[in-house]
């Protein structure tokens, strides 16, 4: 089901109703503060939302004051084994922290985090990666990966509610696409919190793309997903246009052209493999939502180019365009 509650990371909501929120991450060393800023702009320029940065030395820590400062996006600061560091990124004014209750070294370590958190009035990202299950956990995982996931994430929402915080989105990751659609839909059952959606180590461009486009579609199409990642091996900007390419499918976002072409065949007389890439890459320029065909022939050329914003069909020796039908 739906999250019903909702978080603030900076200005943006998340959960509770919120439109589906697009984020990616940094891949520069967080402490070099003139790459990771050229970074960030770069995805803010994509259409990125919300960005994450690595946070695993006291330099990266020290670095997140001037990247907050100078970032036109809302960070998050990436912890992993180290409470102080979380501390620290809090102290620089990032809007959000992602820690593993699980290995950031125990239950008294969660408490500071949550401590300065409260104060701070930012939310934290809780929950299970495939790649780090407990320990106590493993023996369940081997048996049942999914239920160990949601048994993980469960247990430090526990911690956090003893704690009396819940501004806080859970995630539950695996790179195995069927495991990570059934560990969100049995947490989405069981508890109100925004979720992260992910295929974690999904891949390169083509094949992570198609993995995250079934994995998280599968449950952004049943409303279980209120911000999503995804997660490949190369330029973070990538992340971004495969991620709205998602939502757009679906129909949940808007965010440029959108363009339909056919898959051509023998009938094909404009040589539409061609020109559909040189058309998809000129509508990058064009911010405007709108809906452009391109078609090889007669056969579903008119009716699909026509129900289109803005289409060709080709013909012989002959081209129509259409224009809002």
């Known amino acids: 089901m739906p999250s019903s509650v909702g978080i603030l990371v900076g200005n943006g ?25 050229a970074q960030i702009a770069a995805l803010a320029s994509a259409g990125c939302e919300v960005v994450r940065c690595a946070v695993p030395k006291l330099e990266d820590a020290e670095a997140l ?41 125990g239950p008294d370590k969660v408490e500071l985090v949550v401590k300065a958190a409260k104060q701070a009035r930012i939310p934290l990202r809780i929950g299970a990666n495939s790649g780090s299950l407990p320990k106590h956990l493993e023996e369940l995982a081997q048996a049942d990966q999914a239920v160990a996931l949601v048994e993980a994430a469960l247990e430090e929402v526990e911690l956090l509610e003893r704690l009396d915080f819940r501004d806080f989105k859970i995630s539950v990751k695996s790179s195995h696409v069927p495991t990570m659609i059934r560990a969100y ?9 925004p979720l992260h959606l992910g295929v974690t180590e999904a891949g390169t461009p083509f094949s992570g793309s198609i993995k995250s486009a079934v994995g998280m579609g599968a449950l952004l199409v049943d409303g279980i997903g209120d911000t999503i990642r995804v997660s490949l091996t190369a330029d973070p900007v990538k992340e971004i246009e495969a991620a ?82």
């Open 65 to 105: 004051k001037r990247i907050v400062r100078l970032s036109p996006l809302p960070v998050i600061a990436d912890i992993h084994f180290n409470a102080s560091l979380a501390l620290k990124a809090i102290e620089a004014g990032v809007a959000a922290v992602r820690i593993n209750p699980g290995n950031i070294g």
């Open 185 to 193: 839909r049995m947490l989405a059952d069981k508890v109100p919190y």
């Open 244 to 325: 709205f390419e998602i939502l757009k499918a679906l129909g949940l976002r808007e965010r440029g052209p959108v363009m339909i072409s056919c898959p051509s065949c023998g009938r094909d007389n404009v040589g539409v493999e061609n020109l559909a890439v040189v058309v998809e890459e000129r509508l990058k320029a064009y911010p405007e939502a709108f809906e452009v065909a391109v078609m090889g022939c007669a056969v579903n050329g008119p009716g699909e180019a026509g129900d289109a914003d803005f289409g060709i069909a080709g013909g012989r020796d002959v081209g129509f365009l259409y224009a809002h039908g």
């Open 13 to 37: 909501a998340i959960g509770g109703g919120a439109p589906v929120v697009v984020q990616s991450m940094t891949m520069t060393p967080t402490r070099d503060v003139e790459a990771t800023t």
